[in-house]
């Protein structure tokens, strides 16, 4: 059972709309190419820039502007996550057995050759974005990684994420962002090649662009808007709980932020404190949290921890905190989400910033069949296989009759003319009527 000490008020979007206006944008970027591209620059960013690829002088120009310390924070950032993926690489290898006695199968992890990272930009410059996807795609081995982002109407990016681009192993800068930069990277305009995989976060725009395109290039997943959920008993910190849900409402007005407890106390003491929290905060932030909070925060109460967990696990959130006692417990009973920060000493936002883990994770209950971005995403798993002539007799003859039970005699007779061709004279049962 559950208690609603504050429930949502849940409303849906319509997105047809999105999704005509979008899948008309590709359609016209697919056929009028870069000319196109500009042009929904110039009609959406007001675009009067000279050039979509970032010159090496550009480049050089903005990071000039860049002051030591931001470079520090960006660096410190860079080499936990770098340290991270690159922990996460050596969990993927290549091996190879005998299967039986001649013939032997084996794999290999083969990064894609072009990946393009989507870095978000408007209302808020998403330096760690950058960091976040450009990294991963390098540590993974990526040879050719392309960053997209919105510029101003000059055609700048925010120099702190040229200089994130720059030091994470960007092979290109592109000063274009919504849908027209998800389609640059698909169609390999501007002089690059197409992308084998789009990732990154986005409006609801870039991923309904990212949506329709899947199949012709890759993607990392469908996101939604972001979401987060903290599940906390009687020990947990009011002030922290309350400022870590609106740390998360800040991102927009449709981002659901949950508290999940067995403590009526606590639960009553956050609903009271969140107000003044969300007053407190500059705008746009307080607008956004405001309105996300409204719409779209609950605060539950749950008889005990084990009704806490299956709570979380039917929401499936995209960032997970535990803020209770017997931390272990409940990294051991949890399974549904994005990311887990496991006490109060963590929280979302080192996560979306520095502490290592990727910050690009599934949204809208997606953590029930997919984990975040990682270095596993840049990889194909693939699979080969080589065998001597007495190896594949008892495979061949396998493969014969469960064709023929099928009805594919074509496949049959791959398997029967190897075995006429490697044991002439033999007789072999090649279908379960003989």
């Known amino acids: 059972t559950r208690e609603y000490i504050k429930s949502a008020s849940l409303c849906v979007e319509p997105t047809d709309s999105v999704t005509a206006l979008v899948a008309g944008i590709l359609d016209d970027i697919r056929t009028g190419r870069e000319d196109k591209a500009i042009e929904y620059c110039q009609k959406f960013d007001n675009f009067t820039g000279s050039s979509i690829v970032l010159t090496h002088g550009q480049i050089e120009a903005a ?11 960006i660096e410190f950032a860079y080499r936990n ?53 450009i990294t991963t795609a390098k540590v993974a081995g990526c040879k050719h990684v ?43 305009l501007f002089d690059q090649p197409r992308a084998n995989i789009i990732v990154g976060p986005g409006n609801q725009y870039v991923a309904e662009a990212k949506r329709i395109l899947f199949g012709e290039v890759g993607i990392d997943m469908i996101a939604g808007p972001t979401d987060s959920l903290i599940l906390a008993d009687a020990t947990a910190d009011v002030d922290i709980i309350a400022t870590d849900l609106i740390s998360q409402a800040e991102h927009g ?18 609903l009271a404190a969140i107000p003044a929290l969300i007053e407190a905060l500059p705008e746009p932030n307080r607008d956004s949290a405001k309105r996300a909070w409204s ?3 609950e605060i539950v109460l749950c008889a005990d921890r084990e009704a806490m967990a299956s709570i979380s696990d039917e929401y499936a959130p995209e960032h997970l905190t535990v803020q209770a006692q017997d931390l272990d417990w409940w990294l051991a009973n949890l399974t549904n989400y994005g990311s887990l920060f496991l006490g109060e000493e963590t929280t979302v936002s080192f996560g979306d910033k520095a502490s290592g883990p990727n910050h690009v994770l599934p949204t809208s209950r997606a953590a029930t069949y997919t984990g975040g971005l990682s270095v596993h995403k840049f990889l194909k798993l693939v699979t080969w296989q080589k065998a001597t002539q007495e190896g594949i007799k ?14 594919m005699e074509g496949h049959a007779r791959s398997a029967d003319v190897r075995l006429r061709k490697y044991f002439p004279g033999e007789v072999f049962r090649l279908s379960h009527d003989e």
């Open 394 to 407: 008892e495979v061949a003859q396998a493969t014969a009759r469960i064709s023929r039970l099928e009805g």
């Open 295 to 297: 719409t779209h925060g």
């Open 81 to 133: 996550i770098k340290k991270f993926a690159e922990a996460q690489l050596t969990t993927i290898t290549d091996f190879e057995c005998e299967v039986v006695p001649g013939l032997r199968a084996g794999q290999r992890a083969i990064p894609v050759a072009t990946a393009g990272c989507y870095v978000p930009g408007g209302r808020y410059s998403h330096i760690a974005s950058a960091i976040m996807t």
């Open 253 to 270: 007005y449709n981002s659901p932020v949950w508290l999940v407890t067995d403590c009526r106390n606590i639960g009553e003491k956050v």
């Open 63 to 73: 990071v000039s502007r860049v002051s030591p310390d931001v470079k520090a924070d």
């Open 146 to 188: 392309i960053v997209s982002s919105p510029s101003d109407d000059q055609g700048n990016l925010p120099p702190a994420i040229v200089y994130a681009a720059q030091l994470c192993g960007a092979d290109v800068i592109m000063a274009i962002g919504g849908v027209q930069a998800i389609a640059t990277m698909a169609f390999g």
